[in-house]
């Protein structure tokens, strides 16, 4: 951002975000970069969407007894123009591994993570803190701040010199 420009996350959290059998992942509506007098209006718009159409088919598809869900929390988070964003796991999320972190970066914010846009460095982590392996990603994007975009963020192309470059070093 320029000048001081302050913008907002605002988004849902849902106890059923992250079940083991159901992921409730795009369920609720998410906004990044919203403008502070946009703030209250956003906060109504995830609230509410944890009552649409789409989430209570996803219910019933998913059979849950209770197909009415309790109204999500709404989130308020000051964003930042993040060079580099992941997603970390205490235990290998795929095998179920204990005693071991996985965790996956990209350049740029984590929406072309989450989205699955792009492929990810990926790094597993020991308790001690020791990398025991690491697979390094062709990049090719990142994902910026773009206040011309509705979404408030555009694909970006990385130099060539970052698309084999690891996000995260040890220091």
């Not at 209006?41 to 088919?57: C, E, H, I, Q, Y």
């Not at 205490?90 to 699955?116: C, E, K, Q, Y």
């Amino acid at each position: 951002f320029r000048g001081g420009d302050v913008r907002f996350a605002v988004r849902s959290s849902a106890a059923e975000e992250d079940m083991g059998d159901s992921s409730f992942a795009g369920q609720f509506a998410s906004f990044l970069f919203v403008a502070p007098d946009d703030v209250s209006a956003k906060v109504t718009a995830v609230w509410r969407s944890g009552f649409s159409d789409r989430l209570l088919a996803y219910r019933k598809e998913k059979g849950f007894t209770q197909l009415l869900p309790g109204a999500p929390a709404v989130l308020v988070q000051r964003m930042v123009a993040a060079e580099a964003a992941g997603v970390a796991f205490s235990s290998d999320p795929v095998s179920g591994r204990h005693g071991i972190a996985v965790v996956s970066a990209v350049f740029g914010l984590g929406t072309a993570l989450v989205g699955g846009g792009v492929d990810a460095d990926l790094y597993e982590i020991d308790r001690a803190g020791n990398v025991v392996h690491q697979q390094i990603a062709t990049k090719s994007i990142a994902h910026r701040f773009d206040p011309t975009s509705s979404e408030g963020i555009s694909a970006v192309a990385l130099p060539e010199t970052d698309c084999r470059r690891p996000v995260l070093t040890e220091h």
